[in-house]
């Protein structure tokens, strides 16, 4: 039985005023054992790019770090560099290759430290995804760098090769004859998932699946983690009020492409002019789901895990209610709690140095303005006590960053200050999660109230 963590709120929505909800498919409803999953992308890659764009053979010896990426990282194609944000999107933690950049170095790479995300230069991590693209990008950087230099392209053709590798993997079949080989191996079975999802119909609730995977890889999914466990219905595609595949999400949220019907478990395609019950289709788009069954925008809860391809250009263009998927939360707050008495142990620190530099600078200020420095042996023991809280403040930073990722850190945070990632989740979903059926287990008809976000003038900062 597996255990189920709360629903965090940014802002209000109320279940019972939401009568779609529309589910993304990989990682949202259907689960992956995303280590093994990575790993075996990785794997196709680095084969793909041996074999079809004759890169060195040595390449295929290459070792999958699963902790080499986390989500809301950007990589900067051009430069070979890996670079994790804050919420105004300026560089705080940045590597090149695998190699990490002080701030010295980065100063010079970069004339500012913030970075316009519209540069076609940057690609985000956006999903647990490309975590794989992430890592053997790093990984092929340091090889250019040193022993590869002069049989590798240069960094830009680099990541463009990854891409083409592992659109290719997914494409032909690479990846998921794999999958489909050792299901177990990479899929999370999870019957009280269905349940769920069976109780939210009972409740009214229409939902519905836009996946950007294809019919094929769709079905072999739905036959494996949700039509065992049916109660209610006899297949996976009568649970579901329509399953559009190959959505081409983003665009499925802002363009007008037509809608594809698959008429037979083979995937032939009739077109369709709109959108019928217990239908399976292909393309289309969210404008066509919303004037065809005469819903208002409010009314539909889009549900993903892809911060940018189901959520952000959701809400920038479609006025559908959203959540976000991030499965990477449980293990975050699991290593904040962890963190947590070095983090009072820092704070206290904090409030013991605050008052003496005040101090200090009450004393300076009274040498400058009545022109004597009888106060410079004072001042001088006050500089020596925060350097000695500063030595012990040190430790403890780097101790707690150590509860989270070793690279990285943590995945909301850099520093003080929220991440570029946080800042997304916070702006653009309504509410998020660890798991789907984190809000499954909760009532169809919950009240999700946001809370009230103190401002930094609402904080009182000095007591
Ligand atoms: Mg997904």
């Given at each position: 039985m597996s255990t189920n963590s709360p629903v965090f709120v940014n802002r209000t929505l109320n279940m019972k005023k939401i009568n779609y909800i529309g589910l993304d498919m990989d990682h949202t409803l259907v689960r992956y054992k995303t280590e093994n999953f990575e790993q075996l992308a990785y794997a196709s890659m680095c084969q793909k790019l041996v074999n079809d764009l004759s890169y060195p053979k040595q390449i295929a010896n290459l070792k999958f770090n699963f902790n080499r990426a986390i989500r809301g990282l950007v990589i900067d194609k051009v430069r070979g560099n890996i670079l994790k944000l804050s919420r105004h999107a300026a560089i705080r933690e940045s590597y090149h290759g695998t190699r990490p950049i002080n701030f010295s170095e980065q100063k010079k790479i970069y004339k500012s430290t913030y970075i316009d995300l519209s540069d076609p230069d940057y690609d985000p991590v956006d999903t647990s995804f490309s975590y794989s693209f992430a890592t053997l990008f790093a990984q092929l950087v340091d090889l250019k760098d040193d022993e590869l230099r002069d049989s590798l392209p240069d960094y830009g053709q680099i990541a463009a090769d990854l891409i083409f590798v592992l659109d290719a993997a997914h494409r032909d079949g690479t990846i998921k004859n794999q999958v489909a080989e050792d299901l177990d191996h990479y899929i999370i079975k999870d019957p009280e998932l269905v349940e769920g999802l069976e109780r939210y119909k009972k409740h009214g609730k229409k939902i519905f699946v836009v996946t950007n995977s294809e019919y094929h890889y769709t079905k072999l999914l739905m036959d494996y983690a949700i039509q065992p466990f049916l109660k209610d219905s006899s297949s996976w595609s009568e649970l579901f009020e329509f399953v559009v595949t190959l959505a081409s999400k983003p665009r499925f949220f802002t363009d007008r492409l037509p809608f594809l019907k698959i008429t037979s478990d083979e995937g032939t395609m009739i077109n369709a002019n709109g959108i019928e019950t217990g239908g399976i289709y292909q393309g289309g788009c969210a404008d066509i789901i919303t004037k065809n069954l005469k819903l208002s925008p409010e009314e539909i809860l889009y549900i993903g895990d892809h911060i940018y391809g189901d959520i952000v250009r959701l809400k920038k263009d479609c006025a559908w209610r959203t959540a976000l998927v991030v499965e990477e939360i449980e293990e975050e707050i699991h290593n904040s709690q962890n963190a947590l008495s070095l983090v009072e142990q820092i704070d206290q620190l904090m409030e013991e140095k605050r008052p003496i530099e005040t101090k200090i600078d009450s004393l300076i200020s009274d040498q400058i303005i009545n022109e004597h420095k009888s106060h410079e042996q004072e001042i001088k023991e006050l500089i020596h006590t925060v350097s000695a809280i500063d030595t012990k403040i040190g430790p403890l930073i780097k101790k707690q960053r150590a509860c989270f990722n070793p690279y990285w850190g943590e995945v909301f945070r850099t520093g003080i200050e929220e991440s570029y990632f946080a800042y997304q989740v916070d702006r653009f979903a309504c509410i998020y999660m660890g798991k789907l059926s984190d809000l499954l287990?909760?009532?169809?008809?919950t009240y999700f109230r946001s809370n009230k976000k103190p401002l930094s003038h609402e904080i009182k900062l000095f007591t």
């Amino acid at each position: 039985m597996s255990t189920n963590s709360p629903v965090f709120v940014n802002r209000t929505l109320n279940m019972k005023k939401i009568n779609y909800i529309g589910l993304d498919m990989d990682h949202t409803l259907v689960r992956y054992k995303t280590e093994n999953f990575e790993q075996l992308a990785y794997a196709s890659m680095c084969q793909k790019l041996v074999n079809d764009l004759s890169y060195p053979k040595q390449i295929a010896n290459l070792k999958f770090n699963f902790n080499r990426a986390i989500r809301g990282l950007v990589i900067d194609k051009v430069r070979g560099n890996i670079l994790k944000l804050s919420r105004h999107a300026a560089i705080r933690e940045s590597y090149h290759g695998t190699r990490p950049i002080n701030f010295s170095e980065q100063k010079k790479i970069y004339k500012s430290t913030y970075i316009d995300l519209s540069d076609p230069d940057y690609d985000p991590v956006d999903t647990s995804f490309s975590y794989s693209f992430a890592t053997l990008f790093a990984q092929l950087v340091d090889l250019k760098d040193d022993e590869l230099r002069d049989s590798l392209p240069d960094y830009g053709q680099i990541a463009a090769d990854l891409i083409f590798v592992l659109d290719a993997a997914h494409r032909d079949g690479t990846i998921k004859n794999q999958v489909a080989e050792d299901l177990d191996h990479y899929i999370i079975k999870d019957p009280e998932l269905v349940e769920g999802l069976e109780r939210y119909k009972k409740h009214g609730k229409k939902i519905f699946v836009v996946t950007n995977s294809e019919y094929h890889y769709t079905k072999l999914l739905m036959d494996y983690a949700i039509q065992p466990f049916l109660k209610d219905s006899s297949s996976w595609s009568e649970l579901f009020e329509f399953v559009v595949t190959l959505a081409s999400k983003p665009r499925f949220f802002t363009d007008r492409l037509p809608f594809l019907k698959i008429t037979s478990d083979e995937g032939t395609m009739i077109n369709a002019n709109g959108i019928e019950t217990g239908g399976i289709y292909q393309g289309g788009c969210a404008d066509i789901i919303t004037k065809n069954l005469k819903l208002s925008p409010e009314e539909i809860l889009y549900i993903g895990d892809h911060i940018y391809g189901d959520i952000v250009r959701l809400k920038k263009d479609c006025a559908w209610r959203t959540a976000l998927v991030v499965e990477e939360i449980e293990e975050e707050i699991h290593n904040s709690q962890n963190a947590l008495s070095l983090v009072e142990q820092i704070d206290q620190l904090m409030e013991e140095k605050r008052p003496i530099e005040t101090k200090i600078d009450s004393l300076i200020s009274d040498q400058i303005i009545n022109e004597h420095k009888s106060h410079e042996q004072e001042i001088k023991e006050l500089i020596h006590t925060v350097s000695a809280i500063d030595t012990k403040i040190g430790p403890l930073i780097k101790k707690q960053r150590a509860c989270f990722n070793p690279y990285w850190g943590e995945v909301f945070r850099t520093g003080i200050e929220e991440s570029y990632f946080a800042y997304q989740v916070d702006r653009f979903a309504c509410i998020y999660m660890g798991k789907l059926s984190d809000l499954l287990a909760l009532s169809p008809r919950t009240y999700f109230r946001s809370n009230k976000k103190p401002l930094s003038h609402e904080i009182k900062l000095f007591t």
